[in-house]
């Protein structure tokens, strides 16, 4: 488990340049905003929780069609599928190295990147916090999508139409957690509760379903 954790790491940060495209693509979008929205200091700062996520979650996607189409074009899908292990530990292991690639730099550039939408303290560090945890589930479902269209050449587009609808719910309570953290009287704790918790069912669901679509896509 180790060596594959330490290869998928690799691979993750190699193909597509995961860690920093998905950097790069949300400092974009990040940076763009103000532009359209204009010099309104207040209107920036409480449509900055929602810009933050919907950046994150567009940079998620970036790497996601390759988690699995790199060891489908190799043959090492096929090893994973006949190996000792569980394939869903292996699902597991594989997301874990791709949202520290891909997800991890996101988290950590969010401070930075929440100054340019005027965003309080307080409101920097629930951003951050709130990506912290919803940013795996983000992944972790992805694993599904990019499972699902292994073997499709050109799967990304599907991936992004099969995924979009089940990220909605991570997304309405990451960005209600942020404003709750800023806006009297919105409250941030039962948000940010209710995001664990489908961080915590991604982690059981998505390995599980990914697993199985893997099995039904070598089929």
Known sequence: MGALFVRELRLSVRIGGGALMGVLFFLIVVT?????????LNLLGRLGPAILWIGALLATLLG???LFQADQEDGSLDLLLLGDHPLELMVLVKCAAQWIATGLPLVLA???LSLFLNLEP???AAV?????VGTPALTLIGAIGAALTVILRRGGLLLSILILPLTIPILIFGVSASVGAVTDPAPFDTPFYILCALSLMSLVVGPIAAAAALRGAQE
């Open 110 to 112: 969010t401070p930075l």
């Open 32 to 40: 763009v905003f103000p532009f359209a929205v204009g010099p309104d």
């Open 122 to 124: 307080v409101g920097i």
């Open 128 to 132: 951050t916090a709130t990506l912290l």
């Open 64 to 66: 996601l069609d390759r």
